[in-house]
């Protein structure tokens, strides 16, 4: 798939004391919200700015989150659908994602 984004400065942040993950893109925020139970992250939520959706922001947002969440040593659990249907999408990611 080809898109126009420049993924290169894009960086997804862990926001513990929020419970998130986020992504800055020309001054607007997306992000993931999870509930935390153990060592399991519940992805509950995610959201790109309504002016920057359909651009392949949230599947970055959403794989940086995956990313990050891994190297902290956690496991995923999707329930967000958008955040399942990209783990799904992904070789990476499906088998790792509950």
């Not at 894009?10 to 929020?18: F, I, R």
């Not at 359909?54 to 969440?69: M, R």
């Amino acid at each position: 798939m080809h898109n126009n984004i420049d993924t290169d400065n894009l960086t997804v942040q862990h926001e513990k004391d929020n419970n998130r993950f986020t992504m800055a893109i020309n001054g607007e925020i997306a992000k993931v919200v999870y509930k935390l139970d153990q060592d399991k992250m519940f992805l509950t939520y995610s959201e790109v700015p309504i002016k920057l959706r359909g651009k392949g922001y949230g599947k970055e947002l959403v794989e940086g989150t995956f990313e990050q969440l891994t190297k902290e040593g956690y496991k995923a659990v999707a329930v967000c659908s958008y955040i399942k249907a990209v783990a799904r999408r992904s070789e990476k990611w499906n088998s790792i994602i509950e």
